[in-house]
Protein backbone atom coordinates (compact mmCIF):
# COMPACT_ATOMS: atom_id res chain seq x y z
CA UNK A 1 0.00 0.00 0.00
CA UNK A 2 2.74 2.42 0.89
CA UNK A 3 4.16 1.95 -2.94
CA UNK A 4 0.81 2.50 -4.03
CA UNK A 5 0.79 5.69 -2.09
CA UNK A 6 4.38 7.01 -3.54
CA UNK A 7 3.22 6.02 -7.26
CA UNK A 8 0.27 8.15 -6.11
CA UNK A 9 2.18 10.95 -5.65
CA UNK A 10 4.59 10.87 -8.45
CA UNK A 11 1.78 10.71 -11.01
CA UNK A 12 0.26 13.94 -9.19
CA UNK A 13 3.53 15.81 -8.91
CA UNK A 14 2.97 15.79 -12.72
CA UNK A 15 0.57 18.48 -12.71
CA UNK A 16 3.02 21.02 -13.17
CA UNK A 17 1.25 23.73 -14.93
CA UNK A 18 2.22 25.58 -18.11
CA UNK A 19 0.93 27.40 -20.76
CA UNK A 20 -0.30 25.06 -23.76
CA UNK A 21 -1.99 26.15 -26.43
CA UNK A 22 -3.11 29.60 -27.80
CA UNK A 23 -6.59 31.39 -27.06
CA UNK A 24 -7.81 33.68 -29.97
CA UNK A 25 -11.45 35.82 -29.44
CA UNK A 26 -12.65 37.25 -32.42
CA UNK A 27 -16.08 38.99 -32.91
CA UNK A 28 -18.45 40.30 -30.17
CA UNK A 29 -20.00 43.33 -31.70
CA UNK A 30 -23.95 43.19 -31.18
CA UNK A 31 -26.17 40.93 -33.04
CA UNK A 32 -23.06 39.55 -34.15
CA UNK A 33 -21.13 36.49 -32.86
CA UNK A 34 -18.26 36.14 -30.13
CA UNK A 35 -15.81 33.33 -31.90
CA UNK A 36 -13.43 32.18 -28.91
CA UNK A 37 -11.28 29.32 -29.85
CA UNK A 38 -8.29 27.79 -28.46
CA UNK A 39 -5.90 25.81 -30.79
CA UNK A 40 -2.45 23.72 -29.91
CA UNK A 41 -3.74 21.87 -27.05
CA UNK A 42 -3.74 18.60 -25.94
CA UNK A 43 -5.93 16.08 -27.87
CA UNK A 44 -8.70 14.62 -25.86
CA UNK A 45 -8.40 17.40 -22.87
CA UNK A 46 -11.57 19.49 -21.50
CA UNK A 47 -10.83 22.91 -22.23
CA UNK A 48 -12.41 25.99 -19.90
CA UNK A 49 -12.49 29.89 -20.50
CA UNK A 50 -12.18 32.04 -17.35
CA UNK A 51 -13.32 35.22 -17.82
CA UNK A 52 -13.03 38.10 -15.72
CA UNK A 53 -12.87 42.12 -15.71
CA UNK A 54 -9.53 42.55 -14.32
CA UNK A 55 -5.97 41.25 -15.21
CA UNK A 56 -3.68 40.22 -12.38
CA UNK A 57 -2.74 37.32 -10.91
CA UNK A 58 -5.13 34.16 -9.22
CA UNK A 59 -3.35 31.33 -7.84
CA UNK A 60 -5.75 28.00 -8.34
CA UNK A 61 -4.51 25.42 -5.74
CA UNK A 62 -4.47 22.41 -7.19
CA UNK A 63 -2.83 18.53 -6.37
CA UNK A 64 0.51 18.32 -7.01
CA UNK A 65 0.73 22.20 -7.91
CA UNK A 66 -0.38 25.68 -8.70
CA UNK A 67 -2.06 27.13 -11.25
CA UNK A 68 -1.64 30.52 -11.93
CA UNK A 69 -3.79 32.72 -13.73
CA UNK A 70 -3.16 35.93 -15.67
CA UNK A 71 -6.50 37.42 -14.34
CA UNK A 72 -7.83 38.32 -10.87
CA UNK A 73 -10.56 36.95 -9.23
CA UNK A 74 -13.70 37.07 -9.15
CA UNK A 75 -13.57 35.25 -12.60
CA UNK A 76 -16.44 33.14 -14.36
CA UNK A 77 -15.62 30.11 -15.44
CA UNK A 78 -17.06 29.03 -19.27
CA UNK A 79 -16.53 25.46 -20.57
CA UNK A 80 -15.75 25.41 -24.08
CA UNK A 81 -15.55 21.52 -24.45
CA UNK A 82 -13.39 18.79 -25.68
CA UNK A 83 -10.19 19.21 -27.32
CA UNK A 84 -10.00 17.36 -30.87
CA UNK A 85 -7.69 15.26 -32.04
CA UNK A 86 -5.87 18.51 -34.18
CA UNK A 87 -5.81 20.01 -30.82
CA UNK A 88 -8.85 22.60 -31.17
CA UNK A 89 -12.06 23.44 -29.77
CA UNK A 90 -13.78 26.54 -30.40
CA UNK A 91 -17.29 27.97 -29.21
CA UNK A 92 -19.59 30.75 -30.85
CA UNK A 93 -21.26 32.90 -28.64
CA UNK A 94 -24.09 35.17 -29.84
CA UNK A 95 -24.19 38.77 -28.72
CA UNK A 96 -27.57 40.51 -28.49
CA UNK A 97 -28.54 43.79 -30.22
CA UNK A 98 -28.64 45.82 -27.11
CA UNK A 99 -25.81 44.74 -25.01
CA UNK A 100 -23.56 47.76 -23.31
CA UNK A 101 -20.28 47.92 -24.30
CA UNK A 102 -17.99 45.70 -22.05
CA UNK A 103 -14.15 45.14 -21.75
CA UNK A 104 -13.17 41.65 -20.54
CA UNK A 105 -10.30 38.89 -20.40
CA UNK A 106 -10.06 35.71 -20.95
CA UNK A 107 -7.65 32.95 -20.30
CA UNK A 108 -8.52 29.00 -21.03
CA UNK A 109 -7.17 26.20 -19.11
CA UNK A 110 -6.70 22.73 -20.33
CA UNK A 111 -7.25 19.78 -18.53
CA UNK A 112 -6.70 16.11 -19.22
CA UNK A 113 -5.96 12.98 -17.51
CA UNK A 114 -5.36 9.29 -17.63
CA UNK A 115 -6.55 6.14 -15.98
CA UNK A 116 -4.14 3.82 -16.68
CA UNK A 117 -1.89 4.68 -14.94
CA UNK A 118 -3.47 7.65 -13.41
CA UNK A 119 -1.87 11.42 -14.04
CA UNK A 120 -3.88 15.04 -14.30
CA UNK A 121 -2.35 17.54 -15.73
CA UNK A 122 -3.48 21.38 -16.19
CA UNK A 123 -2.47 24.54 -17.81
CA UNK A 124 -3.09 28.18 -19.14
CA UNK A 125 -2.97 29.58 -22.21
CA UNK A 126 -2.23 33.18 -23.01
CA UNK A 127 -4.86 36.03 -21.82
CA UNK A 128 -6.84 37.45 -24.44
CA UNK A 129 -8.46 41.03 -24.00
CA UNK A 130 -11.86 41.47 -25.81
CA UNK A 131 -15.08 43.61 -25.81
CA UNK A 132 -18.74 42.91 -26.61
CA UNK A 133 -21.39 45.09 -26.98
Not at 71 to 87: E, N, R, W, Y
Given at each position: M??L?????????S?????????A?????????L??????????????L????????T????P???????????????????VD???A????????????????????????F?M??????A???N???????
Amino acid sequence: MKTLSIAALLALASFVPAQCGTLAVTGGAPSTNLQIGVSGATANSIAILAVGATLGSTTVPLPGGNLVLGLASPFLPVPLGMVDASGAVSLSVPIPANIPQINLHGQAVVVGFTMQPFSLSACGTNVVSFTIG
